[in-house]
């Protein structure tokens, strides 16, 4: 036991000096960059809306893995690929429109029949998920329902290069969201105006429909005990469906804001978007809804504003490049010294 104590020890302080020594680096090159000024007063307001938009996004992505989470206690880490099914198969619906004059004609319909599309194949393919992959493995250890996790992402990513092909495919132009916004001394593009304001909408939606609803009630009492839930009445499997769903609407809304801001698809778009929310959901707690929408937030504005404050300062060119080395840097932090989250709570076994 003593040597195990000291192991363990040793492991926790290399954790801690590798996180005090991330830290310590970012403060030296933030301090580095604004004594130098390489940040201009305006492009800090860029740098900060840009990375509320993406995490906006984040936030849609991540709510989809914090609610699969808190009903099952497993990591959907297909979630990403449901959220890359909708936005590639809407560009099709987005494409068929264009071609038929209504992106110029009614773009208002136009827009909502892209979004409606994203939205109810994101949906479809988050459903057969959980009845096709995840259901039959309900009783099994945590690990298996994991691996197939794994596996069914690379499936859903391979059948869409098959459907799909593996070219870039670029959205047809949304005119109506052209040109500038301007609420107070903030400026912003009006797509990115769209993508906030649809993206608070919808997560005060989820909140209100999880807190307001009967529905909702029943999600929160087969996330507690679903042995108990089922003795209450509820059906257990229908809110399971139900909770797949959700997380597939949000996701395929998310495609489609992805594409306003990106303007592109691809058959492994998902990878990344993915992976960066579940950092997210990770950093606000994951299985808390209120911080996965918190840790969305938080992670776009750092992956924004982070490598321009935190490496410019040292003389590194491009620091935009690293952006991604930026967020993954987060999730290792928030495991070294927070591992339950912003908002979560630690899990007693």
Do not use: C
């Not at 208002?108 to 259901?135: D, G, K, N, Q």
């Not at 307001?212 to 229908?238: F, P």
């Not at 804001?257 to 992976?275: A, D, K, R």
């Not at 504005?301 to 003389?315: A, D, M, R, T, W």
């Amino acid at each position: 036991m003593r040597v195990g104590r000291f192991r363990f020890s040793l492991v926790t302080l290399f954790l801690w000096l590798l996180g005090g020594a991330i830290i310590a680096f970012a403060l030296y090159g933030s301090l580095l960059t604004l004594i130098e000024g390489r940040i201009q007063g305006n492009q800090w307001q860029n740098l900060i809306v840009a990375g509320v938009a993406l995490g906006s996004v984040y936030a849609l992505i991540a709510l989809g893995y914090t609610l699969v989470y808190g009903i099952l206690f497993m990591i959907n880490f297909a979630h990403g690929e449901v959220f890359m099914w909708g936005a590639f198969t809407a560009f099709f619906a987005a494409s068929a429109l264009n071609d038929a004059g209504m992106m110029e004609a009614n773009p208002i319909l136009a827009f909502f029949l892209v979004l409606a599309t994203s939205m109810l194949v994101s949906m479809v393919v988050a459903i057969m998920l959980e009845r096709v992959a995840y259901r039959p493995l309900r009783g099994a250890p945590r690990l298996v329902p994991l691996i197939t996790a794994i596996g069914a992402s690379l499936f859903l990513q391979y059948t869409a290069r098959g459907f799909y092909g593996s070219g870039v495919r670029a959205y047809p132009d949304y005119n109506l969201f052209d040109g500038v916004l301007t609420l107070g001394p903030i400026s912003m593009s009006v797509k990115q105006g769209v993508v906030i304001f649809a993206a608070f909408a919808l997560m005060i939606g989820l909140y209100l429909f999880i807190n307001r609803t009967r529905t909702g009630r029943a999600m929160r009492a087969v996330s507690e005990d679903k042995d108990v839930a089922a003795m209450m009445g509820i059906d257990v499997n229908r809110i399971i469906v139900t909770t797949f769903a959700i997380g597939g609407l949000l996701a395929g809304a998310a495609g489609i804001l992805y594409t306003l801001i990106f303007n592109q698809v691809l058959f492994f778009m998902g990878f990344l978007p993915g992976i960066k929310a579940f950092t997210a959901a990770v950093l606000g707690g994951i299985g808390n809804v209120i911080g996965a929408a918190l840790g969305g937030l938080i992670l776009g504005i750092v992956e924004q504003l982070g490598p321009n404050l935190f490496l410019s300062g040292y003389g590194i060119p491009s620091p935009n490049q690293l952006k991604d080395v930026i967020a993954f840097t987060v999730l290792v932090l928030v495991l070294i010294f927070r591992p339950s989250g912003l908002l979560g709570r630690k899990e007693h076994t």
